[in-house]
């Protein structure tokens, strides 16, 4: 395998997506709270028979303060945590559960319902193409969500090389509650580059394209781009970011990071 050209062909396709990515984000419409869970799935999972926890933490340092429906929680200095368990049933497929809560800004903490889903990764080699695919349920309340039973679909489709990665999910969501309305498209896409050791620097991109059945423009709906750090400190993994939203009224800067834990 020539890897000149394969790092030739994996920048290219990484420039390619960071740029449309800024584009959409410069010119973007309206960008919603940030979620409970910022992350991109690539090719990770558990081993069968393994299990782990993930402890996901955002804050919105900046947001919207007014509420989008009767009944919401502003994201404006809420700050998200939320412990997702992990448990590899096969060599490809992985369960998992969130636990969803807030803190608002009265410093009050509360519960915000679950989610539970089923993660597929394809067998495939350390290096070259992989995919895979991720169903999702679960409820909220209404602070959280304008409708309380969701599901989502996640298409996985990535790329690894010895030191450039790329993962692109495709997410479709769509509210089990009667007249809830259509489903809608997400796409998210993170690039890392391996700078030493088990360290990562890159970048990654949220962006909502509206209802399944009419696709806004690139440049309309929530667009966030974050620069993030990837790394392994005393056998925990860490990934760690800041993101800005390039709108208003948008959540201007969210720091969040993700730290997992191997239990067995």
């Keep these: ?64 303060a007014t509420p989008d429906y009767t009944g ?68 909220q309340p209404l602070a959280v969500a304008p409708y309380s039973d969701n599901f989502e679909f996640k298409a996985i489709l990535g790329w690894n090389l010895e030191k450039l990665s790329i993962a692109l999910n495709s997410n479709t969501d769509v509210s089990l509650n009667s007249g809830s309305g259509p489903a809608t498209e997400e796409f998210d896409f993170n690039i890392n580059y391996l700078i030493a050791g088990k360290t990562q620097l890159g970048i990654e991109s949220y962006n909502e394209l509206g209802s399944v059945n009419k696709l806004d423009s690139f440049s309309s709906d929530s667009k966030t781009l974050y620069a993030v750090i990837n790394s392994d400190i005393a056998g925990h993994e860490i990934n760690a970011g800041i993101g800005r939203g390039f709108n208003n009224p948008s959540d201007q800067w969210i720091v969040k990071c993700i730290v997992s834990t191997k239990l067995w």
């Design 1 to 64: 395998m020539n890897y000149n050209n394969e790092y030739k062909n994996g920048f290219r396709i990484a420039i390619v997506i960071a740029y449309l990515s800024i584009n959409g984000l410069f010119f973007s419409g309206q960008v919603n709270a940030a979620p409970e869970e910022i992350q991109v799935y690539s090719d990770d999972k558990e081993d069968a028979g393994h299990s782990s926890i993930d402890w996901h933490f955002n804050y919105d340092i900046s947001g919207r």
């Design 72 to 139: 919401e929680q502003p994201p404006n200095h809420v700050y998200r945590l939320t412990p997702e368990f992990n448990f590899g049933l096969t060599d490809t497929f992985e369960l998992g559960l969130y636990v969803l809560s807030t803190v608002n800004t009265d410093g009050n903490w509360n519960g915000d319902g679950y989610k539970v889903r089923l993660k597929y990764i394809a067998p495939h080699a350390n290096q070259g193409v992989y995919w895979g695919g991720n169903i999702e349920v679960g409820e």
